[in-house]
Nanobody, 117 residues
Framework: QVQLVESGGGLVQPGGSLRLSCAAS????????MGWYRQAPGKQRELVAG???????EYTESVKGRFTISRDNAKNTVYLQMTSLKSEDTAVYYC???????????WGQGTQVTVSS
């Protein structure tokens, strides 16, 4: 099993920045693909960004050029640097782990990101 613990959410003004972190622990390490989904009120959970052990990345179109995903394989930790935040980025962000971008095997507990003035 793998446990994912997120940190770094909060309230930020439009145009601001936040960095999310997600640390993985457990017996089944390293996790091939890690990243972030998000879910806004009344909407389906959507992939935000993912990264493989080899460094391949995937981003949803709406965050390209604003968000950057990275990982430290030695620490089993993935990061999401979010800049130029918009109100539509407001959501609960969930760290995920698995193989591939979709159908994750593991989820974090979620961290709230609120973009508001």
């Amino acid at each position: 099993q793998v446990q994912l613990v997120e940190s770094g959410g909060g309230l930020v003004q439009p145009g601001g920045s936040l960095r999310l972190s997600c640390a993985a622990s457990g017996k089944i390490l390293p996790v091939d693909t890690m990243g972030w989904y998000r879910q806004a009120p009344g909407k389906q959970r959507e992939l935000v960004a993912g990264i493989t052990l080899g460094g391949s990345t995937e981003y949803t179109e709406s965050v390209k050029g604003r968000f950057t995903i990275s990982r430290d394989n030695a620490k089993n930790t993935v990061y999401l640097q979010m800049t130029s935040l918009k109100s539509e980025d407001t959501a609960v962000y969930y760290c995920f782990g698995g193989r591939g971008w979709y159908g994750p095997n593991y989820w974090g507990q979620g961290t709230q990101v609120t973009v508001s003035s």
